[in-house]
């Protein structure tokens, strides 16, 4: 193997994946204490559209959740192989409907109860920032409205040769 510099070394938001990782364990913990086996927190909010909307096409259920149809499908499939929600063939058989399992009906109300408290939590902590969380989120995205993440790589691409 090659003595090359590793460039993964330097993570400017670093910080800012392990927080969402440590948030994301600590929501898995709750899960675990309160005996729910197998469930991502990543996959609550899909959980949660389904039990308020009733059994959605994959297309729809990504639009509710601001997804891509592929990553949405990818996730389905997770969620079906770990007994979340079962599919069957949409109504012009070109698509599936997605719906929760019995096993997701029992912890539905639980996990909405889980996402409101989550929510609570999340207010509470920016309440005792001094520049809360969903600020830099809207000036980050600011920033973006005038220069794009993607314009911003490509201009730093067209510096390096190792991209050519």
Do not use: C
């Not at 729809?60 to 979340?84: I, P």
């Not at 309440?127 to 993607?150: G, H, N, W």
């Amino acid at each position: 193997m090659a003595n090359l510099p590793d460039p993964t070394e330097h993570a400017v938001w670093r910080s800012l994946w392990d927080l969402q990782a440590a948030l994301d364990a600590d929501i898995a913990q709750v899960y675990a204490d309160a005996r729910i086996e197998g469930l991502k927190p990543t996959w609550v909010k899909e959980l949660i559209k389904l039990r308020v909307y009733g059994p959605m096409t994959i297309t729809e259920l990504a639009e509710a959740v601001g997804r891509t149809h592929s990553a949405l499908s990818q996730k389905v499939s997770a969620m079906r192989a770990a007994g979340w929600v079962g599919t069957e063939a949409g109504p012009d058989g070109r698509t599936k409907k997605v719906a929760l399992t019995a096993k997701a009906e029992r912890i539905a109300g639980r996990l909405a109860a889980e996402w409101r408290a989550t929510e609570a939590a999340v207010a509470e902590i920016e309440a005792e920032l001094p520049y809360p969380m969903t600020r830099v989120v809207r000036d980050i995205e600011e920033v973006l409205r005038r220069r794009s993440f993607r314009d911003r790589i490509a201009a730093k691409l067209a510096l390096d040769p190792a991209w050519e």
